[in-house]
């Protein structure tokens, strides 16, 4: 089992930055596979970016894709999501998620097996 707790959400204004973090407690001598998903109300979960076990391979969606970056610090059990340029579209509620895989390319919810229990992100027009 383990355990994953995400911060550094908050209101920001349009075109401005926040930094995600995730931090991984429990049993993380296995280096999980690692997500960010977010969802906005009265809109189904969204895949955001993943990272490997690894840190070498890294997905994103098409809308984030160029704005976000994700990455890892698995000697802290640590998964970072740097969000720049925001833009109001991006308000959602941010969820990390594990899975214990090899596999890399991990972008839909279900093939998650752990979750967060998210951070708000509000972007101000």
């Known amino acids: 089992q383990v355990q994953l707790s995400e911060s550094g959400g908050g209101l920001v204004q349009a075109g401005g930055s926040l930094r995600l973090s995730c931090a991984a407690s429990?049993?993380?001598?296995?280096?999980?596979?690692m997500g960010w998903f977010r969802q906005a109300p009265g809109k189904e979960r969204e895949f955001v970016s993943a990272?490997?076990?690894?840190?070498?391979?890294?997905y994103y969606a098409d809308s984030v894709k160029d704005r976000f970056t994700i990455s890892r610090d698995n000697a802290k059990n640590m998964v970072y999501l740097q969000m720049n340029r925001l833009k109001p579209e991006d308000t959602a509620v941010y969820y990390c998620?594990?899975?214990?895989?090899?596999?890399?390319?991990?972008?839909?919810?279900?093939?998650?097996?752990?979750w967060g229990q998210g951070t708000q992100v509000t972007v101000s027009s």
């Open positions: 429990g049993r993380t001598e296995s280096t999980y596979a």
């Open positions: 998620a594990a899975r214990l895989t090899s596999r890399t390319r991990l972008v839909v919810s279900e093939e998650y097996d752990y």
């Open positions: 990272i490997s076990r690894s840190g070498r391979s890294t």
